[in-house]
T-cell receptor
């Protein structure tokens, strides 16, 4: 597809269950980001992948959260032992890096995965 | 204190009004300042950006940055109902964008 694709679009789970959220970035984009948006809040940075470099995990809120990016393309965000406070929209974005390797500010976002933890 | 502060609104204006949306930030290292627009239940999309201090105009939209006061503004002229959305300011840091909480704008026909 032409844009960033995320699945599932909606996920309802019970407290304590694990969930996996998938992101398929735009082909050729080397940078991939995960953000979280809680109701009425801005976007909270979670993790950033750039090419083959080690990911920047500094935004992950706890060790229950992890993410991987396979083959420099598809990424999966995993939340273990979900809690009610994990309920949010999880947004994935991809972008091209500049020739210098620096980030650009033009991120292309998917429509998000809406997670509800009961 | 958050790195980026933004009035959440909501802001309701009549069609044709001039809208002013504002953010403040604390990190003086920010050089690029983005504005994203987010429609309901959609991902944000880049509206425009400014480098360092100054103004940038794009149609009905003007972005303004004052680095001395760490103040970011977005002006919308002749606002339209289709402008109804949440507007997020987002300075670019070394790793990723730092988003404000967003201002929800409603333009009444």
């Amino acid at each position: 597809g032409a844009g960033v694709s995320q699945s599932p679009s909606n996920k309802v789970t019970e407290k304590g269950k694990d969930v996996e959220l998938r992101c398929d970035p735009i082909s050729g984009h080397t940078a991939l980001y995960w953000y979280r948006q809680s109701l009425g809040q801005g976007l909270e940075f979670l993790i950033y992948f750039q090419g083959n470099s080690a990911p920047d995990k500094s935004g992950l809120p706890s060790d229950r959260f992890s993410a991987e990016r396979t083959g420099g393309s598809v990424s999966t965000l995993t939340i273990q032992r979900t809690q009610q406070e994990d309920s949010a929209v999880y947004l994935c974005a991809s972008s091209l890096a500049q020739a210098s390797g620096a980030n650009t500010g033009e991120l292309f976002f998917g429509e998000g995965s809406r997670l509800t933890v009961l | 204190q958050k790195e980026v502060e933004q009035d959440p609104g909501p802001l309701s204006v009549p069609e044709g009004a001039i809208v002013s949306l504002n953010c403040t930030y604390s990190n003086s290292a920010f050089q690029y300042f983005m504005w994203y627009r987010q429609y309901s239940r959609k991902g944000p999309e880049l509206l425009m950006y400014t480098y360092s201090s100054g103004n940038k105009e794009d149609g009905r939209f003007t972005a303004q940055v004052d680095k001395s006061s760490k103040y970011i503004s977005l002006f919308i002229r002749d606002s339209q109902p289709s402008d109804s959305a949440t507007y997020l300011c987002a300075p670019l840091g070394p790793r990723a964008l730092t988003f404000g909480s967003g201002t929800r704008l409603q333009v009444q026909p």
